[in-house]
């Protein structure tokens, strides 16, 4: 495991500059990228957001723009891959039934939805739940950095093998990259199976929970005993 910084705290504007380089390089590769990275608040960020047009094909089948939930001050963050039918009907993320076993691992961690925050790579619902199509995530990524960059958490989960590839830029498989953590901009960064995954394949429970206390120990918090 990589040694982080005892504060764990990554620098936001470190962030930011980041994402500024990308856009700046994303533009001069011919892009037409509308986004400007900006010191905002989530509320901020949210406004800026609007009635997102970005995408033709999310923008017509798509009910709500789901943004995000949780504490804005959050030590740990949860990042999904997309809204699913239940999350777009709501605007909220992780409400369906993969949602309602995520909000069990976090109730497990001794820890309440409310004391996370929980995301999406983009934040309208793909066609039929297909994975969201190369230039959706260029497109929606950068509000996804900008909300990470904005809270400052001390530990990303990135739920799932799209998440996990989308923040550590990889392509490398969900069962390669869970179980360690990754330095993301000075943030350890532990990728895990999805908890739709889970649904399918309930014997990945163990492993997830496996990523979680280690999650727990790097938060300085003592795994909660069952019962």
Known sequence: MTDFQSDFGADSGRILDDLERHVRQRLAAGSTHTYRPARRTL???????????????????????VFGTGNPNADLIFCGEAPGADEDAQGEPFVGRA?????????????????????????????????????????????????????????IVALGRHAAQTLLETSAPISKLRGRFFDWHGIPLMPTFHTAY????????REVWDDMKAVLHLLGRAVPRKG
């Open 198 to 205: 889970l649904l399918r394949n309930p014997a990945g429970k």
């Open 99 to 155: 949602g309602k076993l995520l909000t069990k691992v976090i109730e497990a961690m001794g820890l309440r939805r409310r004391d996370v925050y929980i995301m999406n790579v983009i934040k309208c619902r793909p066609p039929g739940n297909r994975d969201p199509l190369p230039d959706e995530v260029e497109n929606c990524s950068p509000f996804m950095l900008e909300q990470i960059a904005i809270i400052r958490p001390k530990v």
């Open 43 to 65: 509320p901020q960020l949210e406004a800026y957001i609007g009635d997102c047009q970005r995408c033709p094909v999310l923008v017509e089948n798509r009910t709500k723009i």
